[in-house]
């Protein structure tokens, strides 16, 4: 006779579930848990926000202030939206993005196919 899989798969879910809620439950007791693992990983958190999270915080402030590259000790005088209107009125602007979005369409194919192109002969020559 089979078995009923409807009654199979309940019986299993409910045995994940209660599984899950176990360890849920564990993990509430644990509290925070180690403090070794924190300490471990706090190197690696600490490179990401220099590297990353700071970079992008740091563009958003430069972006609504007036800020000068070239004078970096200035007051960043607060500008709002200013230097977008700015930007996208100037007509050297959207020359530079036509000439970017021509050079990203015509480079990225080609070096994705050439790279496609390059990795079939290499797995070929391992047959």
């Known amino acids: ?3 009923d899989r409807t009654t ?3 019986s299993s879910r409910a045995a994940t579930i ?3 809620a176990q360890e849920l439950r564990a993990a509430r007791r644990a509290g925070w848990g180690n403090p070794w693992g924190y300490a471990f990983i706090a190197p690696a958190l600490l490179l990401y926000l220099v590297f990353n999270v700071w970079p992008i915080i740091r563009g958003f402030l430069m972006a609504f202030t007036d800020y000068r590259f070239l004078y970096p000790d200035t007051r960043w005088d607060f500008h709002g939206l ?3 209107v700015e930007m996208f ?3 050297k ?3 530079s993005l036509v000439i970017s979005l021509r050079y990203t369409i015509t480079v990225v194919p ?3 196919g050439l790279a496609l192109l390059l990795a079939i002969f290499i797995a ?3 047959r």
Do not use: Q
Request: hydrophobic share 40%; aromatic share 20%; glycine share 4%.
């Open 89 to 91: 009125g100037d007509k």
């Open 1 to 3: 006779m089979a078995t």
């Open 110 to 112: 080609l070096a994705l």
């Open 82 to 84: 200013t230097n977008f």
């Open 124 to 126: 070929r020559t391992n």
């Open 8 to 10: 199979y798969d309940t």
């Open 18 to 20: 209660r599984s899950f």
């Open 93 to 95: 602007f959207w020359e």
